[in-house]
């Protein structure tokens, strides 16, 4: 059957990567998008589509729409984008999720929260399971996306209690792809494009802090399946890849696979920067029966040759 689906950020790298797997399944889709990080460069490919549609929009403002299903990933990302706007930023979460919420609740769709592995800030349990409650600084330059998050899920949920709203929770870690933005900061991105101009490779502390990354595909794969689950799975569920890297180490394979002759060059690790991540996706793996499949090898060479083609 033919759904109609609202994907808000539709226009960011996970967004646009949803779109176009959408409407490859035979839905319809419209992209929401107040292109703060997106671009239109992510979804040009699909203007022909008849079944795709592109609305400039912010969430922060109300928004009416006939659809079935709503894909919440309206909100920026990475460290330096989300801490440019601290107050944008949280109010994209919080108040843009009331604004898809009463959506949902009218039109009675069901509406899954592109939630963060953020919700859990600097762990102090390792691997994180989703009964973990976290350990987030509330007044730190990364409060405005975690606690942001973090309000974004209590929405959820409430809506869900009190007015049966269809909700799904998915916390999602580090994803690497094609079409992440050159230059927003994320570690993957800057690595790759630091490596292509055979420029320094600027590690954050001393690079022995974790993070576990997943390729886009297979994260796309799996958010599609997990909105797919009956209704009784609401989450909130983790979604990423267990293999766990340090920082140095993602430096040395970028630095081996694209042949660069970039050096290493250390400056100080931000506040708050949590130290370990390590996603527990037995709950997932369980429900839908889903686990990466790209190893960081292959997603990276991908990666790669993604911006070979872009910024070069
Ligand atoms: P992105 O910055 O590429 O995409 C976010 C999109 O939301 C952009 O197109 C941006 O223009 C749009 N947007 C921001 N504020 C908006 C607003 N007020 N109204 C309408 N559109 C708005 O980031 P991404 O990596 O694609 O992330 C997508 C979602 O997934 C985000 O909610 C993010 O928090 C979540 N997430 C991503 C990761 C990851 O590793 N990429 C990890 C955890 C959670
Ligand atoms: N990082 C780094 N150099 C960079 C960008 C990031 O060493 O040029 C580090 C950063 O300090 C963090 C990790 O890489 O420890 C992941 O950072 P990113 O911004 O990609 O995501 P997040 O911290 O939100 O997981």
Known sequence: MRKKILVTGGAGFLGSHLCEKLLMEGHEVFCLDNFFTGQKQNVVHLLSNP??????????????????????????????????????????????????????????????????????????????????????????????????????????????????????????????????????????SNFIVQALKNKDITIYGDGSQTRSFCYVDDFIDGMIKFMDTPESVIGPVNIGNPEEFTILELAENIIRLTGSKSKLTYKPLPEDDPMQRQPDINKIKKLINWEPVTSLEEGLKQTIDYFKNTII
């Not at 079935?68 to 990302?77: Q, S, V």
């Not at 919700?119 to 350990?135: C, L, M, R």
């Not at 929770?169 to 690497?176: A, D, E, K, T």
């Open 51 to 188: 079944f795709f549609e592109l609305i400039r929009h912010d969430i922060t403002m109300p928004f009416f729409i006939e659809a079935d299903e709503i894909y919440n990933l309206a909100c920026p990302a990475s460290p330096i984008h989300y801490q440019y706007n601290p107050i944008k930023t949280i109010k994209t979460s919080v108040v843009g999720s009331v604004n898809m919420l009463g959506l949902a609740k009218r039109i009675k769709a069901k509406i899954l929260q592109a939630s963060t592995s953020e919700v859990y800030g600097d762990p102090e349990i390792h691997p994180q399971t989703e009964e973990y409650w976290g350990n987030v600084n509330p007044i730190g330059p990364r409060a405005c996306y975690d606690e942001g998050k973090r309000c974004a899920e209590t929405l959820f949920m409430d809506y869900h209690n009190q007015n049966k709203v269809k909700i799904k929770i998915l916390r999602i870690f580090n994803i690497f792809g094609p079409r992440m933005h050159p230059n927003d900061g994320r570690v993957v």
